[in-house]
C-alpha cells in the first residue's frame, strides 16, 4: 500500500469534513491520520536518539509524514533529527532516470538489500486552551489576556506578499511563529512580545494535529487561489489570518488576526499602537450603528468598518457552527465590542455564538447601543487605576466652558464644588444626545497593601464608576494648570503607564488571579480573606463619605452651574453613585465567603479530557509555583486593626484602588 494514499473514512468525520470543505480542503492520507494516533516520546515534543529500534535494522531513519506524502503544505515544517533521511535520493533519480511527470519529488531514499526501520514523527500539537462557557473563568481570562496582547505581534509569514511556491514562518514573536511553527510542533511558546520580563507560558492540550489553531496552508499545485498570477488578488495565510490596512488608501491602521479549530474561532484586535490609532481614539463624535442600534464613538465604528469585510470572508470560508471568541486591548477592545455586537445580529449564517473579553476598553457606544446590546456576552477586564476605561468621557462632547475649570479639581481636591462637577460629567452628560456609556459586566483588579511587606490582589465586580473615573481624573489632573493639555500628547503619557500596558500590567493581574483561584478550589479557601476585604472596605467607606460631602457642597453652591438642568444632572449623578457604591461594598462583603468551583476556575474545560495533562505541563514551570504575592492569599488576621497599626488613619494608600 503506497503511503500517500488519500484518507479513506472511518476513523474520525472531522477528517471527512476537512478534505470535502468547500474552501481549501487538506489532502490528509492514512499515514497522518495514524500519526496523529501516536504520541510523542519526550514531553517537550523533540526527537529523541534513544529508540530502541536504532539497532533493529540496517538503517534507522527518523522521517516526518511531509517525507512520504505527495502534498505537505498543510502539514508543519521538520524538525531536527539525529537520524534525519537524506532526501536527495530521491530528487536525484528523477532528474537521472526519469521525468518528473513519472517519478513524484517526495519520499526517502532507500538503499537496495538492506533493512530499514522507519520512526514516523508523531503528529501532535500543542493548543491553547480556550472554555467555550460563555460563564466568566479564571481560564479565559489569562489565556484570552495573552491572545489580546499577541495582536500586536505580525503574522510573520515568510516572504509577506506575493509568496511564488512556499511560505514559512520562522520569525518569534510572531502569530505565525506560534500557532504554525510552535503550537503545531508540540512546542511550548512563552514570549507573546517582545517585552516581557518573564515567562507567562499558556496552558495547552495536547491535541491530534488536525484539531490545532489552523494557520492555513499555502500551495499553488492544489488551490487556485494561490496562484501568483493573481497578482493583489492573490491569496495567502498573510492575507487569509492577518488583517492589516496600514498600506491601504485612506487606511485605519487596524490590525487583527484570526484562526479556528474545529470548536473555536479566535478573533484578537490590536489596540493603539501608531499615531493613526490615536487619531482615530480622538475622533470622539458618534455616529449611527448601521448593524443595530443607538449612536458609536466614529473613530472605533470606522475602525470596525474597515475590519468587517475580512472577518465576514473568513467566516463565510470556515464557520462550520463554533463557537466565536473575541477579544482585544485598549482600542482593539472597542474595536472588537462593535464586532461581536454585529456578528451578534447577523443571521445570513444562521445566529452566531459569541463570547468576548476585553482588556482596558474604552466606551464604544452610548445608553442606546448597550441597551441594545444586553444579549452579548462581554467581560470587561479593568486592570486597577488604568483611565483608559473612562474615555470617551461623556465631558468630551460638553460645553468646553464646564470642563475646562471642572477637571482642574480632583474628588476630595482643594476645591470641591469643580472637583463634583468634574466627576458628574464623567458619568453623565448633559445636552448633546446620550451618554457614552460601557456594556458588559466589569471585572475589576483591586491590588491592595497590607502592611508588613505584604501585597495583595483580588478580582470583582465592583459595580459602580467611582473606581474607574477618579482614575482617569486623577490622571488628568496630573498634566492640567487650569486648562486641558494638547489631547494628543496627554493621551501618549497616558498609554505608558503600566496599569494600561498588557505584558507590564493585565497580564500579570490575569496570571496571578489564575494561581489564586486555582489554589483556592484546590484547598477548599475563598477567593479572598476577610482581612482583605476589610481593608477595602474601609476605603470604600471613606470613598463613599466624601461624595456624599461633595453632593452637599453643590446643593450649597448651586449658584456656580451655568442653569438648572446641569445642577439636577450632577445632583442626580452623585446621588446614583453613591448608591451604587453602598451596594458594590455590599458585593464585596459576599466575597469572603465565595468558594469557586471547577467551572469557575476552568470555564468548560473543567470537564475535559486534557486539563489534567494540560495543568501537569503547565505547572512543571517554576514560575508556575513559585510564591508570588500578588497570587497568594495573605494570613489572615483575627484583629485586623492589629495588623494595620502605626500605619496611620487610611492603611490602604487611595491610588491602590484608583
Known sequence: MSLSVPYQGGVDTLYEKLTDRKHYPLPITELQVRAEQTRFI???????????????GDNFIQVEVRDLVEHGAHLP?????????NRGIPIALAASQHSPDELPLFGVGLLPNRHHVLEVRPLRALRPMLSTDNRFCALNLYQLALMASMSYDPLGQVPEQHPRDQVSFPLAQTVGNFFAEQAGNGYEAWRIDSGQKQHYVPLYEDVPYSRRFEILPFDPTLYPANDPALGDK????????????????????????VTHHEQTILISVRGTASLSDLRRDLNAAQVRFEEGEGMLHSGFYGAYQALKGFILGYLDKFYVGQKIIICGHSLGGAIAQILAEALRRDTHQGAYDILLYTYGAPRAGDRNFVKGAQALVHHRIVNNNDPIPSVPAPWMSTKKALWLPGLVAIIGGANPVL?????????????????????????????????????????????????????????????????????????????????????????????????????????????????????????????????????????????????????VAAEGALTREIINLKASRERLGTLQYRHPDATDVYGSMADGDTLAEGLERWLAHAQNTAAEQLAMAPRDYTDVLASIQGLGRRPLDLDSIF
Open 419 to 567: 472637583g463634583v462637577l468634574a466627576f458628574a460629567l464623567g458619568l453623565t452628560r448633559i445636552g448633546g444626545g446620550e451618554d457614552y456609556e460601557h456594556q458588559g459586566e466589569l471585572q475589576h483588579f483591586m491590588p491592595i497593601r497590607l502592611g508588613r511587606g505584604e501585597e495583595s490582589a483580588i478580582l470583582w465586580r465592583p459595580g459602580c464608576e467611582s473606581l474607574e473615573e477618579a482614575g482617569c481624573t486623577r490622571v488628568l489632573a496630573k498634566y492640567t494648570n487650569g486648562d486641558l493639555p494638547d489631547r494628543a500628547a496627554l493621551l501618549l503619557q497616558l498609554f505608558q503607564i503600566n496599569n494600561h500596558r498588557m505584558s507590564a500590567g493585565y497580564i500579570p493581574h490575569c496570571w496571578a488571579t489564575l494561581r489564586r483561584w486555582k489554589e483556592a478550589l484546590d484547598n477548599g479557601r475563598p477567593l479572598v480573606t476577610a482581612r482583605e476585604v476589610e481593608m477595602v472596605d474601609l476605603e470604600l467607606e471613606h470613598l463613599q463619605q466624601r461624595l456624599a460631602a461633595q453632593r452637599q457642597s453643590s446643593r450649597e453652591n448651586f449658584w456656580r452651574f451655568g442653569d438648572d438642568r446641569e445642577y
Open 77 to 85: 515544517p521538520r524538525v531536527p533529527a539525529p537520524f534525519a533521511p
Open 234 to 257: 492573490q491569496e495567502h495565510p498573510n492575507t487569509l489570518h492577518y488583517f492589516d490596512d496600514t498600506r491601504a488608501p485612506q487606511g485605519t491602521d487596524t490590525q487583527a488576526f
Open 42 to 56: 519526550n514531553p517537550n515534543a523533540q526527537r529523541t536518539a534513544h529508540n530502541p529500534a536504532v539497532n533493529a
